[in-house]
């Protein structure tokens, strides 16, 4: 089955830059459709960002002109370059595929000085 592992968390100083990575196992990147979400403690989960198999690429409100999405097909992986780094971007961050749904197990993100 598809499994998801995201890497590339850490502690970054507001206003830094940090680079997340999904790898996908278990299917073919290039027929998925992948997002990014991330995900506070006592919050509910928030969507961040979306890439089609046909690289149209989504961002919620909060972070366009901030963060981009990419996909890597030939190394079935996803990227999450986060750039201009807030503290409210503190965040358990998780990758997401679309049919089927499936999470990966979350890299913490940490914006402080």
């Known amino acids: 089955q598809v499994q998801l592992v995201e890497s590339g968390g850490g502690l970054v100083q507001p206003g830094g830059s940090l680079t997340l990575s999904c790898i996908v196992s278990g299917g073919v990147l290039r027929s998925l459709d992948m997002r990014w979400w991330r995900q506070v403690p006592g919050k509910e989960r928030e969507w961040v960002a979306s890439?089609?198999?046909?690289?149209?690429?989504l961002y919620t409100n909060s972070v366009k002109g901030r963060f981009a999405i990419f996909r890597d097909n030939a190394k079935n992986m996803v990227s999450l370059q986060m750039n201009s780094l807030k503290p409210e971007d503190t965040a358990v961050y998780f990758c997401n595929s679309v049919e089927p749904t499936v999470w990966g197990q979350g890299t913490q993100v940490t914006v402080s000085s």
């Open positions: 890439t089609t198999q046909t690289r149209i690429s």
